[in-house]
């Protein structure tokens, strides 16, 4: 398949380009397209066979469910049903935004969209691109991230190039995406709501509406049990190389990693750190990536897919990261930062 290339206007989107893009949608086809979280790979959530061909473009296994992207609340009525009143306080307070709610699946919605769960994920996006497109092309865009299943979620076109060239009809090129990291998922689907993926409406946005949230115990320890969102289950965010995250005080952190890159680089293997501007001068490595300050985790987790694909492009075999702060949206790229090493933690 030959797939096709525009760059759109991430602010005032061209109409003659979203139409071109609605138009594959309407057909059953595949667009990428920019979000402020990630970029999307979009079909018709009514169309069993989009979701169908998102799955093998993506090689996603086909019990992971995609997220239903809509423009107005009045669409949630037609994706979901018993819908409690959390969502609306939820969606009155958060979108068009990064949060997804988890509520009962309309039938109508096809079980192809759902993962074969009776239940369904609802995002608003508020990236202008997205808004058209889902209004252009019908309504219920069904999207997951536009990467290739088990690469880091793409932050820019280019990234989805690299990952899906050949694979899908369309990538809409709207810039790099202002938030870098994947929405937080909540499930008000049964009793007390729960994130099952934290993202940048954290814990305390949510509970300032709802009261009382709950986090999936399995976030951050794995041996926990079974995470609820499928696709938290797989090995994701992982980056080729081998990677470990070094956590307690910032001199001891500093003196390991040179440790561990000086025994690295005695067996000639390529090495990586990711650091901040406080820490970048303390170390000697092929490539030492500062994602800004120590303070700044918005700025961090805008950086981080990018930085991690940098590593694989450059043939970066051992990866040694700093930790970062887990208050409020530093839970999110602490989680995605775990996920990429599998868990290897290294306390200092
Ligand atoms: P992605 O956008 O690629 O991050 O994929 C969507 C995420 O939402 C995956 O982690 C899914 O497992 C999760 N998800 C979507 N629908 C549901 C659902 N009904 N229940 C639980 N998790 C879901
Ligand atoms: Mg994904």
Same mark, same amino acid.
């Given at each position: *398949?030959?797939?096709?290339?525009?760059?759109?206007?991430?602010?005032?989107? $061209?109409?003659?380009?979203?139409?071109?893009?609605?138009?594959?949608?309407?057909?059953?086809?595949?667009?990428?397209?920019?979000?402020?979280?990630?970029?999307?790979?979009?079909?018709?959530?009514?169309?069993?066979?989009?979701?169908?061909?998102?799955?093998?473009?993506?090689?996603?296994?086909?019990?992971?469910?995609?997220?239903?992207?809509?423009?107005?609340?009045?669409?949630?009525?037609?994706?979901?049903?018993?819908?409690?009143?959390?969502?609306?306080?939820?969606?009155?307070?958060?979108?068009?935004?990064?949060?997804?709610?988890?509520?009962?699946?309309?039938?109508?919605?096809?079980?192809?969209?759902?993962?074969?769960?009776?239940?369904?994920?609802?995002?608003?996006?508020?990236?202008?691109?997205?808004?058209?497109?889902?209004?252009?092309?019908?309504?219920?865009?069904?999207?997951?991230?536009?990467?290739?299943?088990?690469?880091?979620?793409?932050?820019?076109?280019?990234?989805?190039?690299?990952?899906?060239?050949?694979?899908?009809?369309?990538?809409?090129?709207?810039?790099?995406?202002?938030?870098?990291?994947?929405?937080?998922?909540?499930?008000?689907?049964?009793?007390?709501?729960?994130?099952?993926?934290?993202?940048?409406?954290?814990?305390? *946005?949510?509970?300032?509406?709802?009261?009382?949230?709950?986090?999936?115990?399995?976030?951050?320890?794995?041996?926990?049990?079974?995470?609820?969102?499928?696709? *938290?289950?797989?090995?994701?965010?992982?980056?080729?190389?081998?990677?470990?995250?070094?956590?307690?005080?910032?001199?001891?952190?500093?003196?390991?990693?040179?440790?561990?890159?000086?025994?690295?680089?005695?067996?000639?293997?390529?090495?990586?750190?990711?650091?901040? $501007?406080?820490?970048?001068?303390?170390?000697?490595?092929? *490539?030492?990536?500062?994602?800004?300050?120590? $303070?700044?985790?918005?700025?961090?987790?805008?950086?981080?897919?990018?930085?991690?694909?940098?590593?694989?492009?450059?043939?970066?075999?051992?990866?040694?990261?700093?930790?970062?702060?887990?208050?409020?949206?530093?839970?999110?790229?602490?989680?995605?930062?775990?996920?990429?090493?599998?868990?290897?933690?290294?306390?200092?």
């Amino acid at each position: *398949m030959n797939t096709g290339y525009l760059k759109v206007d991430p602010e005032k989107p $061209e109409e003659n380009i979203i139409e071109e893009a609605a138009e594959v949608i309407r057909a059953g086809g595949l667009v990428a397209f920019p979000t402020e979280t990630v970029y999307g790979l979009g079909g018709d959530a009514f169309m069993a066979e989009s979701s169908k061909k998102i799955y093998a473009a993506k090689g996603r296994p086909s019990d992971n469910p995609l997220i239903v992207h809509i423009a107005d609340i009045e669409a949630a009525e037609k994706a979901g049903s018993d819908i409690p009143g959390e969502f609306y306080l939820l969606s009155d307070a958060f979108w068009p935004g990064p949060l997804t709610m988890i509520v009962k699946r309309n039938p109508d919605m096809p079980l192809e969209t759902t993962g074969g769960l009776d239940t369904v994920a609802m995002r608003m996006p508020s990236h202008p691109v997205a808004e058209a497109l889902i209004r252009a092309s019908g309504g219920f865009i069904a999207a997951p991230s536009a990467n290739a299943s088990g690469r880091p979620s793409p932050t820019t076109a280019k990234h989805v190039k690299d990952d899906l060239d050949g694979r899908i009809d369309l990538i809409l090129d709207g810039g790099s995406c202002s938030i870098g990291l994947e929405s937080t998922i909540v499930d008000l689907s049964c009793g007390k709501p729960q994130i099952l993926r934290p993202g940048f409406i954290t814990k305390e *946005m949510l509970e300032d509406v709802l009261g009382g949230v709950d986090l999936d115990p399995t976030l951050f320890k794995p041996s926990a049990g079974r995470p609820k969102a499928p696709g *938290m289950r797989y090995r994701h965010y992982a980056p080729q190389g081998e990677m470990h995250i070094y956590i307690g005080e910032q001199q001891a952190v500093s003196s390991r990693i040179n440790a561990e890159l000086d025994k690295a680089k005695a067996y000639g293997r390529r090495c990586g750190v990711i650091c901040t $501007e406080e820490t970048k001068d303390k170390y000697a490595a092929d *490539m030492v990536v500062s994602v800004g300050s120590r $303070e700044d985790v918005k700025g961090a987790a805008a950086e981080i897919y990018s930085v991690l694909r940098e590593f694989d492009d450059r043939g970066i075999e051992v990866i040694c990261s700093e930790a970062f702060s887990e208050e409020g949206y530093g839970l999110a790229l602490m989680n995605r930062l775990y996920k990429a090493c599998g868990y290897q933690v290294v306390r200092v």
